[in-house]
């Protein structure tokens, strides 16, 4: 039984069962008490965050497991990358909650959040390309985020219920490292509104890799389609001489490897370039900054790959993905 805890006595009937907590298997257990005062059944924002997100066609989570492996430089270029077509709205959430740097990285730093009668009003980049995340919230971009679990929780809950995005094709979220409040606060409230999977993030040497393999995972753990493993930081090109040098040596076969091992998608190699880091500082896009580096095009056939893999998958169709982690 799925909603069972695994540290739960014999034959116990289950976090939403009617004899919850109210069982002979259920004397002596800890959670006795709130498994019998609980509210039974799926959280009623599932439904609401549903609805509302309705008009989005196709939502995809950029995951790592790994800090500092460039997801938020990825999310803004593939947001940049999606939008370059003025027919497609593209939406960036930001739910790294205590390291924001989405609005740098967007050119939005300073910006602020309004309110409607429709909802809180994300800022737009360009006509076509919209933003939210809580820098927008936040005095300046040094105040400290210090919150525990609950609220985090709360704030994603508000930014998936509330925010206006309109029509949009595609919803990126951006998170932060690990496994845990921000990755299943996504996948439990998306559960049944649809997410058309993760794009997963890494660096080639082992010591990242360690840390992506457990988000894999989580990802497979909870139900979560992995669109495909991005190795960012591949190597490094010369902007002038345009030779390869490795910078973070693959010695166990890197992101490729790994991808092969769990029979999942490798989407493709980003290569280092100066360039990106100062465009991010900037608020600039690399794509259109450079567009003759071997990074941009490497940007723009992971791109195509995801917009192929989205043209294949139903849009707003429900699905159980996500099931195992609003039961977490």
């Not at 077509?85 to 939406?91: F, H, I, K």
């Not at 989405?102 to 909802?119: A, D, K, N, R």
């Not at 609220?151 to 994603?156: A, C, D, E, S, T």
Request: hydrophobic fraction near 35%.
């Amino acid at each position: 039984m799925a909603d069972v805890p695994q540290d739960a006595p014999e034959h116990c009937p289950g976090t939403e069962s009617d004899s919850a907590g109210k069982s002979s298997a259920c004397q002596g257990c800890p959670n006795q008490t709130l498994c019998s005062t609980a509210p039974k059944g799926p959280d009623p924002v599932i439904l609401e965050i549903q609805q509302k997100l309705a008009s989005v066609k196709h939502k995809i989570m950029v995951v790592s497991g790994k800090g500092g492996v460039g997801k938020s430089t990825f999310t803004a270029h593939l947001a940049h990358g999606l939008a370059s077509s003025d027919t497609v709205q593209v939406g960036v959430l930001d739910v790294d909650i205590c390291g924001p740097s989405i609005p740098t990285i967007m050119g939005l730093e300073g910006e602020q959040v309004h309110q409607s009668s429709s909802g809180w009003s994300p800022i737009y980049v360009t006509d076509n390309l919209a933003v939210m995340s809580v820098g927008f919230l936040l005095k300046g971009p040094e105040d400290a985020v210090i919150w525990r679990g609950p609220r985090k929780n709360g704030l994603i809950k508000q930014f998936l219920r509330d925010v206006d995005w309109g029509e949009l094709d595609f919803l990126l979220i951006d998170t932060p490292p690990g496994t845990s409040d921000e990755h299943l606060s996504v996948v439990q409230y998306l559960n049944g509104a649809g997410i058309d999977g993760a794009i997963v993030l890494t660096t080639p040497q082992e010591v990242s890799l360690l840390d992506v393999r457990k988000e894999i995972n989580f990802c497979q753990r909870v139900e979560l389609p992995v669109i495909g493993v991005v190795e960012n930081m591949s190597m490094f090109v010369c902007p002038k001489c345009k030779k390869d040098s490795i910078i973070f040596p693959a010695t166990t076969g890197g992101g490729e490897k790994m991808a092969a091992d769990f029979n999942i998608p490798f989407l493709g190699r980003l290569p280092l370039d100066p360039r990106i880091g100062k465009c991010c500082d900037e608020g600039k896009s690399f794509l259109e900054e450079v567009p003759d580096s071997p990074a941009t095009d490497a940007f723009k056939s992971i791109i195509e790959k995801i917009r192929d893999y989205c043209s294949k998958r139903p849009v707003n169709k429900d699905t159980e993905t996500g099931e195992a982690a609003a039961q977490s």
